[in-house]
């Protein structure tokens, strides 16, 4: 299937330039492959949060499900244990994601479960028009907080490795080649993935020249080693001057949640699925 014919009729209305754009065309590129290589595209299930990020399920020619503000991880897993077999994709926004939803996310990873999550970090909430979220810089003026932001922000890659997170990437909007192979390793990841992409706002939060100035790709991507991701993830921490890294930070096999649901299997099968899951975990 050719990118293109993923679009819709949904008229788009995010701010000309904003790089929601580039995480779009990214995606559809990246399906448009995945279809190309024969992966049925029905069996792909996109769900969005609250935000200006959620109007990509409506730009998307796919099955969809437009969840409420924090709750994409849990809908994408409830859709992911119910059928196994579907790709499950999350879309969220640093605000959705980070804030409310975070502990949803924690889980996700702690649990490991075959789901890929691609946040729109933009380290603003662009939709209710400027106000901070975890991810803004200390100091961050907008319209929860005129005199600037007294807290500093959370490095929500550090979070998701301590959680068990088992495909951890980033990119930014300026990088489209970039996005589209993280995208397509984080979702052909048997387990919890997450991209966090740093995504301008340039109406609340133009950071493309901040971004331009920083970022270098990381010449020796992450695998199974947590200690060098960390140190990577470290090394610029969402507010500082220092050097941002992009790229895969890692990606390590390990058993994912897959406990089948009531009723799927006969009791005897369901209970040895269980076992066999149990004891890949130890
Ligand atoms: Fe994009 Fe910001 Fe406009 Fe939202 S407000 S569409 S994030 S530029
Ligand atoms: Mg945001």
Request: overall charge neutral; hydrophobic content about 40%; glycine content about 10%.
């Amino acid at each position: 299937m050719e990118s293109t014919n993923l679009g819709t009729y949904a008229q788009n209305t995010w701010c000309p330039g904003c790089g929601n754009f580039a995480i779009l065309n990214a995606f559809k590129a990246v399906l448009g492959e995945l279809a190309g290589e024969g992966y049925p595209l029905e069996k792909v299930v996109v769900v969005s949060g609250i935000g200006c990020h959620a109007k990509i399920a409506d730009y998307l020619n796919l099955n969809s499900f437009y969840s409420i503000h924090g709750r994409v991880v849990p809908v994408a897993e409830a859709i992911k244990i119910a059928n196994p077999q579907i790709k499950v994709i999350g879309f969220a926004g640093d605000g959705d994601a980070y804030g409310e939803g975070m502990e949803h996310l924690i889980f996700a990873a702690k649990r490991n479960i075959d789901i890929t999550m691609i946040i729109h970090d933009n380290r603003v909430y662009g939709l209710t028009t400027g106000q901070y979220t975890p991810t803004s810089p200390l100091g961050f003026r907008g319209r929860s907080t005129p005199s600037g932001s007294k807290e500093v922000p959370v490095n929500p890659l550090q979070i998701m490795l301590a959680s068990g997170a088992t495909f951890l990437g980033r990119g930014t909007s300026h990088g489209i080649e970039l996005l589209k192979r993280l995208f397509k390793e984080a979702i052909l990841h048997k387990g919890f993935s997450l991209v966090d992409v740093l995504q301008v706002c340039v109406t609340y939060f133009n950071t493309y020249e901040y971004y331009d100035k920083r970022v270098y790709q990381l010449k020796e991507e992450g695998s199974q080693d947590s200690s060098l991701a960390l140190a990577k993830i470290l090394e610029w921490d969402y507010n500082s001057d220092k050097p941002i890294a992009l790229g895969r930070f890692y990606k390590k096999d390990s058993p994912v949640f897959e406990i089948p649901v009531e009723g799927r299997l006969e009791p005897a099968e369901r209970d040895a699925a269980i076992k066999k899951f149990i004891e890949g975990r130890v």
